[in-house]
Every structure is written in C-alpha cells, then in structure tokens.
C-alpha cells in the first residue's frame, strides 16, 4: 500500500562534507529534504534517472568517493559484507537520507532510463503503483530528481534565461500535484523521467506540500511531500 510520497532533489552538495564551506547555506534545503523523506515509513522505494533501467535492492553499500569525499553510505540497517558498489547518484542520495532521517529504514532503488518518453515513464508509475499496492505494509516512495541545471550565470549547464520559467513551471506543478503538468515537461529538466513516473504513480494526489523550492549554484532544487 502507498503510503506517502517524498521528492527530493539529486544534489551532492546536500552532503556537509561534500558542500564544505558552502554547506550553511544549505541549511534549508538540508532541513527540508529531511522533513520529507520523514513523512515515509520504514520501507521505501527510491525513484531516479540514470544512462539504463536498473533495480538496486537494499543490501547495498556505496560511497560519494566520486564526488571528492569517501561519505560511506548503505541502503538498509543490515547490509551486505561486501565493499561499496558503484551506485548512481539516485541511489547514495538515497542511502544518505536513509541514514539521516531512519536509520532502521530500507530502500529499494528503482533507476529509469533518462531516454524513455513521457508516455512510457507514466506507464511505468502505474505500473509500480500496483505493485506497491500489492504489498502488505505501507511503503513509501522517494522522488530523487533535480530541475534545469541553466538557471543562472554560474550554473553547471550554461545560462538560459528561458528555463526560468520552465523551472518555475515544474516547482508550480510539484507544489499542486499537478500529475498532467509533469506530463509535458521539457527533456532539458534532468530528473523529467522520474517526474513523469510520480504522474503516473499518482495520477490524483490527495494532497501536496511545498517545502523548499530554489536554485542554489543554478540548479532548479524542489522538496515536497505528495499524499496519494
């Protein structure tokens, strides 16, 4: 049964010791992505992009090595005795929330293909949707997955002035569960495939909770709570 719904963005930089001197800035950011992944129960299932479809099951252990600082991070309280693996960043945003916000929690990490279209991601939502209402406990969802990366000069993808306003039309759309909205985002958004499966994981929302929108370093950043 579908519980709840966390979205939070992708971003390395919510690590304290990824962010350095950067990180009490933060701070709101931090404390709203922690408000949401609290509104889930002990079982989760992660929802994010990556190059191919994947299944990532809790037993895993991975590290932000890539990012700059070995932050060791595990996807369930008791994992496996084997190293870190090579996880996408969906997934150790994931094992770090986990750690942060329940320790005792355990996540699956579903991966979707950044190349599906909308028709295919939504279809995929549904699809999850009667899977996790299959299960017997109450199962959580979290949304790992980041705007337009062109929102200011500084901005790793470049200045657009345009993807302005298509950022402030995917923050508008999170804010009022609005599923049709995320429909037809645009491919320049990076997290727009796991944006279309929560349209179809929820195609009508009982409720939704804006807790931070913004674009720290030029990247569109939304955290919010969906009730199905």
Do not use: H, N
């Not at 293909?113 to 939504?122: E, G, L, Q, T």
């Not at 549904?126 to 969802?141: N, S, Y």
């Not at 370093?217 to 009730?227: P, R």
């Amino acid at each position: 049964m579908l519980s709840a719904i966390a979205i939070v963005p992708s971003a390395p930089v919510m690590v304290p010791e990824l962010a350095s001197t950067a990180a009490p800035e933060l701070a709101d950011l931090r404390d709203a992505v922690d408000t949401a992944a609290a509104a889930l129960p002990p079982r989760w299932v992660a929802v994010g992009v990556g190059a191919a479809d994947a299944v990532i099951d809790p037993d895993q252990t991975g590290t932000f090595a890539g990012y700059g600082v070995d932050v060791k991070v595990s996807l369930s309280p008791q994992p496996s005795g084997a190293g870190p693996a090579e996880l996408p960043l969906c997934a150790l945003i994931t094992g770090w929330l986990r750690g942060r916000v329940d320790p005792g929690a355990r996540a699956q990490v579903r991966v979707f293909a950044d190349s599906r279209d909308a028709d295919a991601a939504v279809d995929l939502g549904r699809r999850l949707r009667a899977e996790i209402d299959e299960a017997a406990d109450p199962v959580g969802v979290l949304v790992v997955a980041d705007g337009l990366t062109t929102l200011t000069p500084p901005a790793p993808g470049g200045y657009d002035p345009d993807s302005v306003s298509v950022q402030a039309a995917l923050d508008d759309a999170l804010a009022a569960g609005d599923p049709a909205a995320l429909t037809r985002l645009s491919r320049a958004v990076v997290g727009r495939v796991a944006y279309q499966v929560l349209a179809g994981l929820a195609e009508r929302p009982r409720s939704a909770k804006e807790l931070y929108r913004g674009a720290p370093f030029g990247v569109g950043y939304f955290a919010g709570v969906w009730q199905p």
